[in-house]
Every structure is written in structure tokens, then in C-alpha cells.
T-cell receptor
Framework: DADVTQTPRNRITKTGKRIMLECSQT?????MYWYRQDPGLGLQLIYY???????NKGEISDGYSVSRQAQAKFSLSLESAIPNQTALYFC??????????FGQGTRLTVV | GQNIDQPTEMTATEGAIVQINCTYQ??????LFWYQQHAGEAPTFLSY????GLEEKGRFSSFLSRSKGYSYLLLKELQMKDSASYLC???????????FGAGTRLTVKP
């Protein structure tokens, strides 16, 4: 099993719908991150969390919300999806100061 | 801001050496990472520098100069499978999160 698991792997949704992307990890890391990647571009940080009670906005948090349900689970929600949120979304984890480990990504299309 | 800059694209020949540069804002620097990402896949960790100098890992090496806000990734004996995007990421003290450059797309030709 993968250390960082994202569900779903692919999703097509309609404009205005609410959607949740889920991430779980077995690394035992405290830190979890959500990134967005647009074609040909790098990773933009949406939200990050350093423990269950700590949630922080990243570079592009508008239109997104997150929930850290447990140390191992960090979900990303789009309250009302819009077409420019079509992208590849990655969840990642790390310990203090260490490298990030990424999930396999969720390809989201908003039509 | 926390601008992290890399060239957009590079091309090199199989068997050759290529150097991918990364520059970043020096204020609050707390470590630099290099990742490899094949199209449509997750990034995978290559190297980490927090002190000045060269870190070597097989065919891959990474260099850091903190005073210049500069790093490079050196790939030797290039193979076709090295065709991928290479992402530079920096951790800053202010937020202690990890911010990425836009990535350099490397194409290795026969």
C-alpha cells in the first residue's frame, strides 16, 4: 500500500457542486499539505497543517477549505467548484525539516 | 515574496551532463529540496541542501550557496528516463512550509 493515498484519483464534476478530496497517510508525519498543479506549471500551496489543531492558508486558498480529521487524514473541499479549479491536486506529508512524500494525485475536471 | 526561479525548459543529449539552476529569495531560508516529476505522476525526492556545498548521490548532485540564494542540480551520464520535470522547493522559516518553483522540463535526446 502507498504511504500517502488520495481518493478519488479522477473526478469530473459540474460547476457549483461541492466536492471533497481525501488524503490519508501511514508515514506517521505531523505535517500535511495540499498543492495544486496546472499543466506545465509547478506546485502551488493551497493549505497546510502542522498538527490536528493547526491549519494554515497557503498561496492560493481562496475557494478551498480543509479539515484535519486526524493525524493521518487531511481533506480538501471545494465548496462551489468552478472551471478554473480544474487541475491536478497533490497531497503531501513531511516530518519536521524533512522532505515531502506525495500522494499519486487527484485529477479534477470542473465542467 | 518568496520567488523561486528556474529555467522553463532544457534539452540535453544522452550520456551528457546537464546543470539545472534555481534562485530564491535568501531571507528566512531554511533548506532547499530537488524533486523529479514525470508527466502526470507524483514528484519524488532527489536531494536536500541546508548548508553550503555539494551533496552527491550517484549520478545526481546538488549544490547550494546560501549567500547567493542559488542552487543547482547536476545530472551526469544522462539517460532517456531522465526526461522529466525537475522542481526546486524551498522551506522558509516564516511559515516553515514548502514552496515550489515552476519546474524545469528536461528533454534528453538520443
Amino acid at each position: 500500500d502507498a504511504d500517502v493515498t488520495q481518493t478519488p484519483r479522477n473526478r469530473i464534476t459540474k460547476t457549483g457542486k461541492r466536492i471533497m478530496l481525501e488524503c490519508s497517510q501511514t508515514k506517521g508525519h505531523d505535517r500535511m499539505y495540499w498543492y495544486r498543479q496546472d499543466p506545465g506549471l509547478g506546485l502551488q500551496l493551497i493549505y497546510y497543517s502542522f498538527d490536528v489543531k493547526d491549519i494554515n492558508k497557503g498561496e492560493i486558498s481562496d475557494g478551498y477549505s480543509v479539515s484535519r480529521q486526524a493525524q493521518a487524514k487531511f481533506s480538501l473541499s471545494l465548496e462551489s467548484a468552478i472551471p478554473n479549479q480544474t487541475a491536478l491536486y497533490f497531497c503531501a506529508t513531511s516530518d519536521l525539516g524533512g522532505e515531502a512524500f506525495f500522494g499519486q494525485g487527484t485529477r479534477l475536471t470542473v465542467v | 515574496g518568496q520567488n523561486i526561479d528556474q529555467p522553463t525548459e532544457m534539452t540535453a543529449t544522452e550520456g551528457a551532463i546537464v546543470q539545472i539552476n534555481c534562485t530564491y529569495q535568501t531571507s528566512g531560508f531554511n533548506g532547499l529540496f530537488w524533486y523529479q516529476q514525470h508527466a502526470g505522476e507524483a514528484p519524488t525526492f532527489l536531494s536536500y541542501n541546508v548548508l553550503d556545498g555539494l551533496e552527491e548521490k550517484g549520478r545526481f548532485s546538488s549544490f547550494l550557496s546560501r549567500s547567493k540564494g542559488y542552487s543547482y542540480l547536476l545530472l551526469k551520464e544522462l539517460q532517456m528516463k531522465d526526461s522529466a520535470s525537475y522542481l526546486c522547493a524551498v522551506r522558509f522559516w516564516a511559515n516553515n512550509d514548502m514552496r515550489f518553483g515552476a519546474g524545469t522540463r528536461l528533454t534528453v535526446k538520443p
